[in-house]
């Protein structure tokens, strides 16, 4: 299995990679696509930009849908958050059995964004 680090290269790179940090977030999360399929997917990290996931399906880049997890990091991980989100990467991984997928937050409530900040920093 790749090291979280290794994941995070696949996932992002270029300048994005080198401005934001990304911590590992384990669990589940769905995604809601435009066409209102949900697709299951895995969450590996995420950073004050967005989500790593791993989907079973390849997802065009560009495409805007809605991510839906549980955290308790983001409150007492009963309540499911909700973020939206434009694919910015797809790339498959034999390893991990799936799509790496990188999300690009858009519209991030503050509050949240300021959880995320806090969580991800060092």
């Known amino acids: 299995m790749m090291e979280t680090r290794d994941i995070a290269s696949w996932v992002y790179s270029g300048a994005e990679r080198r401005r934001t940090e990304r911590k590992?977030?384990?669990?589940?999360?769905?995604?809601?696509?435009?066409?209102?399929n949900l697709v299951e997917t895995r969450l590996?990290?995420?950073?004050?930009?967005?989500?790593?996931?791993v989907a079973p399906v390849n997802l065009p880049v560009g495409t805007v849908c809605e991510v839906k997890f549980r955290s308790a990091l983001f409150g007492n991980g009963t309540e499911a958050l909700v973020v939206r989100g434009r694919i910015a990467r797809s790339i498959l991984s034999g390893k991990e059995g799936g799509f790496m997928i990188g999300l690009e937050f858009s519209?991030?409530?503050?509050?949240?964004r300021d959880k995320i900040k806090r969580y991800v920093t060092p």
Not at 25 to 35: M, Y
Not at 44 to 53: A, F, K, R
Not at 107 to 112: D, E, G, Q, V
């Open 107 to 112: 519209n991030l409530a503050p509050a949240l």
């Open 24 to 36: 590992v977030l384990r669990g589940s999360a769905q995604l809601l696509l435009p066409s209102g």
């Open 44 to 53: 590996v990290d995420i950073s004050q930009g967005g989500l790593g996931l």
